[in-house]
């Protein structure tokens, strides 16, 4: 990938920075252990939480470089993740409707299953553009 086609937005990066005390955006951008210390340390007490203003155009191209393109936008998976999740809704988006449907009677397996995609959508994702043929 050349670096050009874009795979995470800047402008939902930095409006999942706006609640980057719970590490959003570093879920977003394919950060999750640095995600999870945001988020149990309120964004390291604030301080990381400023530092990412200025480092988000370097996490984006990151993302861009290491994801795959393709059907399914990252952007709108997140959205739904991040506002619908425990309905399973991301999942059924990329295509996985059995678990999709589970998340739903079960509220994304009593949140577990939830956070769980928070670690691993952007992985998911390229892996069904890549079944997609994308």
């Known amino acids: 990938m050349d670096g ?3 795979t995470h937005s800047r402008l939902l990066g930095y409006a999942l920075w706006i ?22 340390t309120l964004g390291l007490l604030g301080i990381g939480w400023l530092i990412d203003l200025f480092l ?7 993302a861009d ?3 795959q393109t393709g059907r399914f936008d990252y952007s709108v998976a997140w959205l739904l993740l991040t ?16 678990t999709g449907i589970l998340y739903l009677f079960t509220l994304g397996l009593f949140g577990l299953g939830w956070l769980y995609d928070y670690w691993t959508l ?7 553009n890549r079944a997609a043929g994308g």
């Open 122 to 128: 952007n992985d998911q994702i390229t892996m069904a």
């Open 4 to 6: 050009s086609v874009k």
């Open 56 to 62: 988000i155009p370097s996490m984006s191209r990151q």
């Open 83 to 98: 506002f619908l999740g425990v309905f399973g809704v991301h999942r059924m988006y990329i295509g996985k409707w059995p």
């Open 19 to 40: 609640f980057g005390f719970t590490g959003a955006h570093r879920f977003y951008y394919g950060k999750p252990v640095t995600g999870t210390i945001w988020f149990f």
């Open 65 to 67: 470089l290491r994801f």
